[in-house]
């Protein structure tokens, strides 16, 4: 693995969390706390809102939630083969989308999507999604393109 490759996606992913913590730099994961775990980010509620995320929802059940900090493969081409980490399995839920990306098409019940949406759950664990269990389409309105 080409360590600039990871330390840019890596970098690329946090930046994209550092917009949705509210300004707070300690929610920011550096790429060593990132292979330590799922991602997770921290708050203060007084905190003003520097991006709006968009409010989304996963309309299937036992959606596997797939992220993993320490593959810059898993940043720039979600899939099951680079995402390898479930961080959390959700059914008929919100999520905040952060961003979303073209990457593995999946076909599941007679539809096929390759994009995926970059989450942050209630509990603050962020992961990707495949936009095929979002509602929405192929691709979300409101959900920006991630710029990486």
């Known amino acids: 693995m080409n360590t600039r490759r990871l330390f840019k996606a890596t970098t690329a992913a946090a930046a994209a969390v550092a917009a949705l913590t509210l300004g ?20 203060s509620p007084a905190s003003p809102a ?22 810059a493969d898993c940043v ?7 995402c ?3 961080v959390a399995t959700v059914s008929r839920t919100r999520a905040e989308g952060i961003c979303q990306h073209p990457g593995e098409e999946i076909v599941d019940g007679g539809y096929r999507n390759r994009w995926w949406t970059l989450l ?9 999604v495949n936009n095929i269990y979002i509602q929405g389409g192929e691709k979300i309105a409101g959900v920006p393109d991630c710029g990486w």
């Open 24 to 43: 707070s730099p300690a929610a920011v994961a550096s790429p060593a706390a990132a292979q330590a775990g799922p991602l997770r980010t921290t708050a």
């Open 50 to 71: 520097s991006v709006a995320a968009t409010s989304v929802y996963i309309w299937a059940t036992h959606v596997n939630v797939r992220y993993d900090g320490a593959d």
């Open 76 to 82: 720039h081409y979600p899939s099951r083969g680079s």
């Open 84 to 86: 390898v980490k479930i």
């Open 120 to 128: 942050k759950l209630p509990d603050g664990t962020i992961g990707w």
